[in-house]
């Protein structure tokens, strides 16, 4: 079966590693899924990202776009995007029969003092201000299948958690 799993939280709330684990775990029961990690993905769509809210609708659109085409060939898709808003992930539900919505739930000081990309400092220094949860909303998701915490335990536990709620749903052979 074929199905999507968006990972949505803050920038340096864990969503890639969870999703490199998440990949990992797919694999090894011999599911071949693809990550549509938006950093990646930015770089042809939006190579010269503004951020500002006509470029993210589009983005993300098109990301819903791409990953429901590969769910509708039999490819299960794990997104790795912020999508700040809820609207762009309920876009992608949509048209996804099988999605889930998961959670990475990380303080905004843990991301912050994470600051993985130096978007954070670049935020505090006025030289960025589209900085989802710190410049610009970030819309947590509502009603997530999944709730996971990048600020406790590891991503590999974290994947697992998604594993069984694939497994529960019957989304995994």
């Not at 808003?85 to 949509?94: G, H, N, S, V």
């Not at 505090?124 to 710190?134: D, H, M, N, V």
Request: proline share 5%; glycine share 8%.
């Amino acid at each position: 079966m074929s199905f999507a799993v968006w990972l949505t939280g803050l920038s340096g709330s864990g969503k890639s590693a969870v999703a490199r684990e998440l990949l990992a775990q797919l694999h090894a029961r011999g599911v071949d899924a693809a990550v549509l990690e938006s950093d990646v993905m930015r770089t042809q769509l939006t190579p010269f990202a503004r951020y500002d809210a006509h470029e993210r609708e589009f983005f993300y659109g098109a990301l819903a776009h791409f990953g429901a085409h590969l769910v509708a060939q039999g490819r299960p898709v794990v997104f790795d995007a912020t999508a700040n808003l809820r609207a762009y992930r309920d876009a992608a539900r949509a048209r996804i029969a099988h999605f889930a919505e998961v959670y990475v739930d990380t303080p905004l000081e843990v991301c912050a003092a994470r600051d993985v990309k130096g978007l954070y400092r670049a935020a505090r220094e006025g030289k960025s201000t589209t900085l989802p949860g710190a410049q610009a909303a970030y819309e947590p998701p509502a009603a997530p299948e999944l709730v996971v915490h990048g600020d406790r335990g590891t991503p590999a536990d974290a994947a697992a958690l998604i594993v069984a709620s694939l497994a529960d749903r019957r989304w995994l052979g």
